[in-house]
């Protein structure tokens, strides 16, 4: 009879083929191999947490359990996830987020909004005090069109986002606005306004076009929607200077974001450490060892974040006897 090491390491066995297939989250029913003995077995070992009934989230047994790093870090895997086996293709998230995700702005808020047709505008409540509002729109998503984000989340094109979000995004997140502004294509911008007769947006856009620096691209975006016979009233919707960002318009949105911040922040620091005296450490080996401390937390958040993965050497090691999560 097998013991209870050697079940276990069987479950592992199953979940490491899951990995392998470059899957971390998970639904229960679309992985007949994840049988419920081998999934009970492996949330009582911490392996697996369970995300909402139905849902699993592969994870570091030795995690303690208030731990959110990496529910951060998969938070949007596992929306994307949802959706893809809910609403098939025809689903996008919000405006908004889609031009912080082509803007480079990676940080993770606690409620994604997610746009679907067969959506029914309902709140998901999900772990750490997170949420996904599942928001039912009449227009179909057109799939072919959307970004995938890294996490597999489908963005709105630049082009379209920007005609449907409203002034308050260039007030609340001006530097991401100041990028995609400086990345859209401005023959994609004007066939949206002209599709949707937006000839206010057309004035925010063009002023906004000009704030970034593209003058000509502003002028052309005005007399094409006026030969149009639409009434443009240009408006600067940025509510201060934008910090200058040098470079090719379609360099890397990390890079843009990178140089404004550092123009807008380079001064501050100065002066912060302007009086601050700079001191040689005394006790060579006490810095040594407080740096080997910082790296053990530091690949810890690491793992965390990159997603715990289960290898042949931790299942020989669990099936032998030989497993302590805190060091294995």
Not at 290 to 312: Q, T
Request: glycine share 6%.
């Amino acid at each position: 009879m097998a013991t209870t090491n050697e079940k276990l390491a069987s479950s592992l066995s199953v979940l490491k083929q899951i990995q392998d297939r470059g899957i971390n989250v998970f639904q229960a029913s679309a992985l007949p191999d994840l049988t419920r003995v081998h999934r009970e077995r492996l949330v009582r070992a911490n392996f697996l947490k369970a995300v909402i009934p139905g849902w699993y989230l592969a994870s570091n047994p030795a995690d303690d359990a208030g731990d959110s790093t990496l529910w951060y870090a998969s938070m949007e895997t596992f929306i994307a996830a949802y959706a893809n086996a809910r609403f098939g293709s025809e689903w996008e998230v919000s405006p908004e987020l889609s031009l912080l995700r082509h803007s480079g702005h990676a940080s993770v808020g606690k409620q994604i909004v997610l746009h679907a047709t067969k959506a029914n505008n309902q709140l998901l409540q999900l772990p750490h005090d997170c949420s996904v509002f599942l928001y039912q729109v009449k227009r179909p998503a057109l799939a072919a069109r959307r970004t995938p984000s890294p996490s597999g989340l489908l963005l709105v094109p630049v082009a379209e986002a920007l005609v449907r979000v409203g002034p308050s995004f260039f007030e609340k997140h001006p530097l991401a606005a100041q990028i995609v502004m400086r990345q859209v294509d401005v023959t994609d911008l004007i066939s949206a306004l002209l599709a949707g007769g937006h000839s206010v947006i057309g004035g925010r856009m063009a002023g906004a076009l000009r704030a970034v620096g593209r003058e000509d691209d502003a002028s052309q975006l005005v007399a094409t929607l006026s030969a149009a016979d639409y009434v443009v009233s240009e408006a600067n919707p940025f509510e201060q200077p934008l910090a200058p960002i040098s470079g090719r318009r379609n360099e890397s949105p990390y890079v843009q974001r990178i140089q404004a911040m550092w123009v807008s922040m380079r001064s501050a620091v100065i002066d912060r450490f302007a009086d601050i005296p700079i001191q040689v450490p005394v006790d060579v080996d006490a810095l040594i060892d407080d740096i080997s401390a910082r790296y053990v937390a530091d690949a810890y958040h690491s793992l965390s974040i990159e997603g715990y993965r289960v290898n042949a050497a931790l299942i020989e090691n669990v099936r032998n006897g030989n497993w302590n999560p805190l060091t294995n």
